[in-house]
């Protein structure tokens, strides 16, 4: 959803939001929560708060409020943090959100990168937006907690993830194009957050130089996953170049200075893009390996159409304004509380950080990743 959000954002065109908004607001399920109780059992915290931060997204954005009566952008946004917030687990390796909400899914043990780093990222844009306090103390509760047992190391480079039940002392050390940027735009927000402190400024710049590994030597500032070499790129791979490309553009806005490091690999990485959209039948299906250029990789499609659209329209960054916020013009209501009322449950407790703060914020539940591709191929803005 965030790519097609981008595009109304980027050109003003509205072909697409009626499908968006309905997209938004079928999943929110009975509490408001993105649990829908047809995707419940199966999703992940990180496929929550994939809808979480689209619905950040159309906050920041200002894209047209839901009609009166229904869920609105900020309150989902606070419902999947709150939800996320109460799942905050200290029984195993001293806190950390696990991969899957329930026991019985493969992955319960596993706290991965993702999920963490989708937390930090929410937490950071949700305190940007409202001037709560409680939302930034969770994001630095996240990142501590991310770099207290290496999912993050001294360079900066973030692996995938870890099994609780070895105490999380052996890291999986993969690194996705996804989780360095998930945790870039929080890093970004950070920065702006504290009125451009070192500290943050010095965790963007780290993020940014680990961020080299994701571009390949031979065709200078061209994105490439580390499965592509092989060819063996799940479904959910290949669209993460799409969300790297979304946050690192997004990241300009609220940390300027990253710009000049920035924008030549997306611009780079856009006319690489631009040409290996040139397979198919029809001659501009998508493949994934833009290093390959106008050679099509013979793969094809919602990830590497994704991938493609999101890193040409990430291009148009400079023509738009700066995310909004509550003091600056954003008119999305919010709820504090939305997200602690479980399935079938009473209110629950929001955990609180051990930041001492006046004001609390909440806690929330939901997960399911879906796409609304632009029909008919792929939007060329950039050349």
């Known amino acids: 959803m965030g790519a097609l959000l981008d595009y109304h954002f980027y050109t003003g065109d509205k072909t697409y939001n009626a499908a968006v ?27 929550q708060a994939f809808w979480g931060m ?10 047209p409020n839901p009609p009166k009566g229904q869920p609105q952008w900020l ?19 001293g806190g ?49 907690w991310v770099n207290s047992i290496n999912l993050m190391d001294d360079q900066y480079r973030v692996f995938d993830g870890s099994d609780d039940t070895k105490g999380c002392s052996q890291i999986n050390q993969i690194q996705w194009t996804y989780n360095n940027g998930v945790f870039l735009l929080g890093a970004a927000n950070m920065y702006n957050w504290t009125n451009g402190s070192t500290k943050w400024q010095t965790r963007i710049n780290g993020l940014l130089n680990a961020s080299e590994v994701f571009y390949n030597p031979n065709v200078t500032d061209v994105m490439q996953e580390v499965c592509e070499p092989s060819g063996k790129c799940n479904t959910d791979q290949e669209s993460f170049k799409a969300y790297l490309s979304q946050w690192m553009a997004a990241s300009t806005k609220v940390a300027p200075f990253t710009y000049d490091f920035i924008a030549p690999k997306l611009q780079a990485s856009a006319n ?15 493949g994934l390996s833009w290093v390959d ?27 738009v304004r700066v995310p909004l916020k509550t003091s600056t013009g954003g008119t ?23 930041a001492t703060t006046g004001e609390k914020a909440g806690a929330g539940i939901l997960t399911v990743l879906s796409f609304v591709l632009v029909g008919g191929g792929l939007w060329f803005m950039f050349t």
């Open 332 to 354: 999305s209501p919010g709820d504090n509380s939305a997200g602690t009322i479980p399935l079938g449950g009473s209110p629950g407790k929001p955990l609180a950080p051990p």
């Open 96 to 144: 950390g959100l696990r991969w899957q909400i329930f026991t019985f899914n493969t992955g319960y043990n596993y706290k991965n990168a993702i999920s963490n780093g989708c937390f930090f990222n929410l937490a950071a844009r949700l305190a940007m937006y409202t001037g709560n306090q409680t939302y930034a103390d969770w994001a630095e509760r996240a990142w501590d």
């Open 75 to 93: 309150a989902l946004a606070q419902a999947v943090f709150n939800g996320q917030a109460m799942r905050w687990d200290n029984s195993t390796c």
């Open 272 to 286: 690489a893009a631009a040409q290996q959209c040139s397979g198919g039948t029809d001659g501009v299906t998508c």
């Open 293 to 319: 250029q106008d050679q099509w990789d013979g793969t094809y499609g919602i990830g590497q159409q994704l991938a493609a659209l999101s890193v040409i329209q990430a291009n148009l960054i400079t023509d």
């Open 21 to 47: 908004t309905e997209a938004l607001l079928y999943q929110v399920g009975p509490n408001r929560d993105y649990m829908p109780p047809n995707q419940t059992k199966t999703e992940g915290n990180d496929d």
């Open 54 to 63: 689209a619905a950040m997204s159309a906050a920041e954005q200002n894209f």
